[in-house]
């Protein structure tokens, strides 16, 4: 989201020429690179982590690698990629389970007040311009809109039951005008990445493997205690 600065005008039209520097330009280049890097590497790790604790899983999606990989003649494209349905509902739950980053926020646009919910609670009056933190760990974590919210399972995402979610309790990359930018790249990454693993490999818990895994409670990103230990088996193709 480059910060666009036009010089002269309160509301510029159409005609204005857009001024833009270059430390603006390097401040949103760094911004990208790191907003991308450290949420793809999460996800690129808590999904293998549930493909390797979650072996069942991990069949079907190698199941359907193994079809797309034959139908494309072992030449992945968009197209091949972005048909594979259970490909796009695993990355899918291990995003609701595992969101690249726990809260964000928005700014208050209007007055607004919380009613209370239980007896003794008191009112949340939120002004104009108040900052709100929205906890997406703790909502894709609530039994109300994922019942059994620790299994890891994909079916919460197949074209029945993702119409029926209720709408604001899935924002792996936030929602609306100011969602991820690069959402549709970061899906991209880590559907290709995981077909050439998985047409290949089979992975597979090792000696220090932990399941279930425990997350480091002093550091804001998640990170499991301990790292994340599998191995790679190599696939005996028939």
């Keep these: 989201m480059i910060n666009i600065l036009l010089e002269g005008r309160k509301n510029p039209s159409k005609d204005d020429k857009i001024k833009i520097t270059d430390l603006e330009i390097a401040a949103q280049v760094i911004a990208f690179y790191f907003a991308g890097f450290e949420?793809?590497?999460?996800?690129?790790?808590?999904?293998?982590?549930?493909?390797?604790?979650?072996?069942?899983?991990?069949?079907?999606?190698?199941?359907?690698?193994?079809?797309?990989?034959?139908?494309?003649?072992?030449?992945?494209?968009?197209?091949?990629?972005?048909?594979?349905?259970?490909?796009?509902?695993?990355?899918?739950?291990?995003?609701?389970?595992?969101?690249?980053?726990?809260?964000?926020?928005?700014?208050?646009?209007?007055?607004?007040?919380?009613?209370?919910?239980?007896?003794?609670?008191?009112?949340?009056?939120?002004?104009?311009?108040?900052?709100?933190?929205?906890?997406?760990?703790?909502?894709?974590?609530?039994?109300?809109?994922?019942?059994?919210?620790?299994?890891?399972?994909?079916?919460?995402?197949?074209?029945?039951?993702?119409?029926?979610?209720?709408?604001?309790?899935?924002?792996?990359?936030g929602v609306g005008p100011r969602g991820c930018i690069a959402s549709r790249l970061g899906l991209l990454e880590a559907k290709t990445l995981f077909f050439y693993i998985l047409a290949n490999f089979e992975i597979v818990s090792v000696d220090k493997t932990e399941i279930p895994l425990r997350l480091i409670k002093k550091r804001i990103a998640m990170k499991a205690e301990g790292g994340f230990w599998f191995g790679l088996r190599r696939r005996t193709i028939i």
Aim: glycine share 6%.
């Design 39 to 173: 949420t793809m590497s999460g996800l690129l790790s808590f999904m293998a982590y549930e493909l390797g604790a979650n072996p069942e899983v991990q069949k079907q999606l190698i199941l359907e690698v193994d079809n797309t990989f034959d139908a494309c003649g072992g030449k992945i494209t968009y197209h091949a990629i972005s048909g594979m349905k259970y490909m796009d509902m695993v990355v899918s739950e291990a995003l609701r389970k595992w969101p690249g980053i726990m809260v964000t926020d928005r700014v208050c646009s209007k007055p607004y007040t919380i009613p209370p919910k239980f007896p003794g609670e008191k009112c949340v009056h939120l002004s104009e311009g108040s900052s709100v933190w929205l906890p997406i760990f703790a909502i894709h974590r609530d039994p109300n809109y994922y019942p059994n919210p620790e299994r890891f399972d994909p079916e919460r995402f197949n074209n029945d039951n993702k119409r029926k979610l209720k709408p604001y309790t899935y924002l792996p990359f």
